[in-house]
């Protein structure tokens, strides 16, 4: 990669601006863009609008310059800008008059663009061109784009319009049917990290290759970005950069905690997750931005998975961790997290700051993932005497615990034999229900010298059933429910176990018998949900 640099700017102004690309030659990572303009260019065929859609820091204002530079510049060689003749110099010092650059996020109504098409049809005061560059174009409004669309429809043969946009979907299909639209890719990671090495060298600074692979990793495929930050490090450092000072500064990179959170997803560790999360609030993070970081992990695990490639973006360290995390994830629990992420980033909507529908639906990914098969029915018999029938769990609507006493419990309970508590169909209880209810009390009495809001909870709750060695707790409202069959249940299981002296398991159930059904027009975040998929009718069981 080569180019000129020239610093056009004071100094001390940001390194982004410093390092700006002068040449299609200089910019990273947009080969099928910036090659399909040099030959255009080069032979003549310049269209009179462009459209340049991409996430922020992959060049799009660079190209749309660059473009002003080549189709103005007379020395123009295979179309690449000379960058030495007046017209170029004049561009690249922002003096220009023939190039225009408006944004639209300040300059979006229908006068703007009615002022435009008025002076549009002057001609250029130096070069062959007048370029009007449109940035930030999907913040036009309805009325503007309406006022823009005739002159792109039959422009000046002087002018070109450049569109710019991050959010290509919003730009009318009438805007987009009248220019060459041309998609920027985020940055390869490969490009970003030599391209920061570039920008070291030719600044005097020393850094190590792992510093400069994790600013990379933080930039997530935006060379702006990556330069922005290799700006601040430089400035914090005060001399060679270290990884250990862009951790300091930068912290986790967004990936490494997205990776974290997976790593607990496959691992079953709902803890680990709860207290990611836990960390993220804590440092005033963005829930919702991380909800929308991990739907795009659950993507490229995805592809991972099914194709054995890995995004172009990722660092060869990144890759191998995405290659092992797909491993441990079948795509059957990919669709179920990328489903469940969906969701919790429309709860986090209307959860007004409360992280509990991420971690609730953290320890539900996980606790799903835990669940077995049931048993054929052809593999069902009528129960052979105690001493004899081997255990011989049936479904369950709540996840097995991962308990080595699990084996021990089910053959006690099968020793013990049917119990007259014991619904027909159900498994033999380890404990009878009798005894349940009578040491509810002091279940309540240890909860409340932790907790007095916890134990309010469970006073309102009533043990109704035991099947196996699993107590089936009825609760008055969702809310408690769902919080003690996820969040707090091993806490449940385990005070129960140490009262009962035997090994027991909790499902937690508002009405007894049956899953509570909920549609999505009774619940506003699942209501939410539901029209993001387009089916508002929809209906969803809770477990």
Same mark, same amino acid.
């Given at each position: ?174 805007? $987009? !049917? ?5 998609? +920027? #890719? ?8 030599? &391209? /920061?090495? %570039? =920008? ?113 973006? $990722? !660092? ?5 961790? +995405? #290659? ?8 059957? &629990? /990919?669709? %179920? =997290? ?206």
């Amino acid at each position: 990669m080569h180019g000129h640099y020239h610093p056009i700017v004071p100094e001390h102004a940001a390194l982004y601006r410093v390092y700006r690309p002068q040449t299609f030659s200089a910019v990273v990572g947009q080969e099928h863009v910036t090659r399909t303009l040099r030959n255009a260019i080069a032979n003549g065929q310049v269209a009179h609008a462009y459209l340049l859609s991409g996430v922020r820091g992959t060049g799009k204002t660079s190209i749309a310059r660059l473009i002003a530079k080549a189709v103005n510049c007379p020395n123009a060689k295979d179309g690449e800008p000379c960058d030495r003749c007046e017209n170029c110099v004049a561009i690249r010092e922002g003096r220009s008059l023939d190039l225009i650059e408006i944004d639209a996020a300040s300059n979006r109504g229908i006068d703007e663009m009615r002022d435009l098409r008025d002076k549009v049809r002057f001609a250029p005061s130096q070069g062959d061109y007048k370029v009007y560059v449109i940035d930030e174009a999907h913040q036009l409004t309805t009325e503007a784009f309406n006022a823009l669309l005739k002159t792109l429809e039959e422009p000046p043969p002087h002018a070109i319009f450049v569109l710019a946009t991050t959010e290509s979907g919003k730009i009318p299909a009438t805007i $987009v !049917s009248r220019t060459q639209r041309f998609d +920027l #890719r985020r940055i390869p990671h490969k490009g970003v990290v030599a &391209q /920061l090495g %570039k =920008i070291v060298e030719q600044e005097g600074q020393k850094a190590e290759p792992a510093a400069l692979e994790a600013i990379a990793r933080h930039a997530q495929g935006s060379l702006r970005d990556a330069e922005s930050m290799l700006d601040m490090v430089i400035a914090f450092a005060d001399g060679p950069i270290t990884t250990k000072e862009v951790d300091d500064l930068l912290g986790a990179s967004d990936w490494d905690e997205t990776a974290a959170l997976f790593d607990a997803l496959a691992a079953s560790d709902g803890a680990a997750g709860v207290e990611l999360v836990g960390r993220l609030v804590d440092d005033g993070r963005d829930l919702r931005l991380f909800v929308r970081r991990a739907i795009e992990h659950t993507r490229a695990l995805v592809l991972t998975r099914a194709t054995g490639r890995v995004p172009e973006t $990722v !660092s060869e360290q990144v890759a191998a961790k +995405l #290659r092992a995390q797909a491993k441990g994830l079948s795509l059957d &629990q /990919l669709a %179920k =997290i990328a489903k469940r992420l969906v969701e919790t980033e429309q709860h986090l909507r209307t959860s007004e700051g409360t992280p509990l529908p991420l971690e609730l639906a953290i320890l539900d990914l996980v606790t799903s993932s835990e669940k077995t098969a049931p048993p054929p029915e052809t593999a069902r018999r009528e129960p052979a005497p105690p001493a004899q029938r081997a255990p011989t769990p049936l479904p369950r609507s709540d996840p097995p615990r991962r308990d080595p006493t699990r084996a021990a419990v089910v053959a006690m309970a099968d020793r013990r034999g049917p119990s007259s508590n014991e619904p027909v169909g159900a498994r033999s209880p380890i404990v009878a229900l009798d005894s349940v209810r009578r040491a509810w009390g002091e279940l309540v009495d240890r909860t409340k010298e932790r907790s007095i809001g916890k134990a309010a909870q469970l006073v309102k709750a009533e043990p109704i059933a035991v099947d196996g060695a699993t107590i089936v707790i009825r609760f008055g409202d969702e809310f408690a429910r769902a919080l003690w069959q996820d969040k707090r249940r091993s806490e449940l299981e385990q005070d129960l176990s140490v009262i009962l002296s035997a090994t027991v398991h909790v499902k937690c159930v508002r009405q007894p018998g049956a899953p509570e059904v909920v549609t999505a027009t009774d619940d506003p975040m699942l209501r939410a949900f539901a029209d993001t998929l387009g089916r508002p009718d929809r209906i969803m069981e809770i477990e």
